[in-house]
C-alpha cells in the first residue's frame, strides 16, 4: 500500500506499544484491522520484522482494492485517502519514531558519531532534507556527509534508492579498490570517495574511513 510506505517510510516501530494502539500478535507478527468509510472497506496493518505494510479489502467481496494506490481524482479515492491517513498519522506518533535515514546502516553509524564526536548530522538544504553533513565541532570543516540518491548517480546501469556517506580519503585510488566504495558523488573526487551504507562494508570498515576523513580536515 503505497500510502504506508510513504508516511513510514523513515519511522521505526516501538513494538511494546502496539499492543495498547489494538493489534495482535498472530504468527510472529502484529495486526490491526480498522473498518473504514462506513463499513465499505477493512484497513488492515500488519508489522513483522518491524516493517509496516498495509491493505485495504472491500467487505463485500473481500477482494484487495487496489485503486487507493493509483493517482486518480476524484471525491471518492480522496475521502478514502484521507480516512486511511488520519488512521495511519495516529499510529505513527503513537508507536514509532522518526529516524534520520532510511537504512540500518546510515542510521547506525550517526548514532555512533554522535556517541564518539557529540556530533549530529546538519540538514543544511531544505530542497534536500535528507542529506546529512557531519562537521569537525573545531575547525567547522566536513568530514562527512551522508545523502539519499538514486543508485544511477554512481552506478549508471542500476537504479533504486540508496544511501552513502562521502569521506575524504589521502589516497583515492587505493581506497577505490575496496567493493562499495565508488568516486566521489557530487564532490571533488581527486580527495574524497562515497560508501555506499548497504552493509557491503562492515560498520567498523565505514567508520574507520569516517575516522581518517576526520583526521585528515583536523590537520
Request: charged letters at 30%; proline letters at 3%.
Amino acid at each position: 500500500m503505497k500510502l504506508v510506505d510513504e508516511l513510514f517510510k523513515r519511522y521505526k516501530v516501538k513494538e511494546e506499544l502496539l499492543p495498547a494502539f489494538g493489534f495482535a500478535v498472530n504468527d510472529g507478527a502484529f495486526r490491526f484491522t480498522k473498518t473504514i468509510s462506513n463499513g465499505a472497506f477493512n484497513l488492515i496493518i500488519t508489522v513483522k520484522d518491524k516493517k509496516i505494510s498495509g491493505e485495504l479489502i472491500d467487505t463485500d467481496f473481500g477482494d484487495r482494492y487496489n485503486q487507493i494506490d493509483n493517482d486518480v481524482s476524484g471525491s471518492f479515492i480522496a475521502e478514502l485517502k484521507r480516512e486511511c491517513s488520519e488512521l495511519l498519522l495516529s499510529l505513527r506518533e503513537k508507536c514509532f519514531y522518526k529516524e534520520n535515514f532510511i537504512f540500518s546502516q546510515s542510521n547506525r553509524i550517526t548514532a555512533r558519531i554522535k556517541e564518539k564526536y557529540g556530533v549530529e548530522p546538519e540538514i543544511l538544504w531544505a530542497k534536500y532534507p535528507y542529506f546529512g553533513v557531519f562537521r569537525n565541532k573545531i575547525n567547522d570543516k566536513w568530514f562527512g556527509i551522508i545523502m539519499n540518491i538514486d543508485k544511477s548517480k554512481i552506478l549508471p546501469t542500476e537504479k533504486g534508492e540508496i544511501e552513502i556517506i562521502n569521506v575524504k580519503s589521502e589516497d583515492v585510488p587505493e581506497t577505490l579498490k575496496t567493493k562499495g566504495i565508488y568516486p566521489a558523488y557530487h564532490m571533488n573526487k581527486k580527495s574524497w570517495v562515497s560508501v555506499v551504507l548497504d552493509d557491503t562494508l562492515s560498520d567498523e570498515q565505514v567508520f574507520s574511513l569516517i575516522e581518517k576523513s576526520l583526521e585528515i580536515i583536523s590537520k
